[in-house]
């Protein structure tokens, strides 16, 4: 028997997926599960260090590995990296499921993800390079989203509340 999460939030870095995907898991009573953290624990090191030793590409398999194995095994709250909509194995994969996209503007997410800490893709002029990634993958996220919703200048426990209220049948 397979099971599926009951949500699975999309979205670019600085949007929330993890802190919004722990409060909603916490209000719904299920648990919670982040593909980038199940990548850093199968690789044995942090993200940066897997772009730096191994490359970005070798990072996508291991996140289509994550990706998959979460989408089959995890009945909580399912939260995937911001690039893992780039596969379309992982948008495919995402067929069916109840899928948030946490949508952010750039003023919102650069001040959320700092200057990109431990975030490889954003090592750079992270402003730039957030702005780029958020126009490349927006297309992406609304065509895996069965529901948007908005995080700007909104709270961890709102944005929580109102996808709960989105999974109510």
Known sequence: MSTRPVC??????????????????TRLGVGFRDTDADIEQLAGKPIPDIFV?????????????AVAAAL?????VLALG???VLAEENRAALIGHTVVHLSVELPDAVRRVGLGAGRPLLALNPRATLKHLMEQRRPLYAEVATATVVTDGRTP?????????????
């Open 72 to 76: 089959a095994s995890h009945a909580g």
């Open 157 to 169: 426990p709102e944005l929580a509340a109102e996808i709960a209220a989105l999974l109510k049948p």
């Open 82 to 84: 911001g690039g893992a």
């Open 8 to 25: 699975v939030l999309v979205g670019a870095p600085g949007s929330g997926k993890t802190t919004v995907g722990e409060e909603l898991a």
């Open 53 to 65: 030793d191994e490359g970005e590409e070798h990072f996508r398999t291991l996140e289509r590995a």
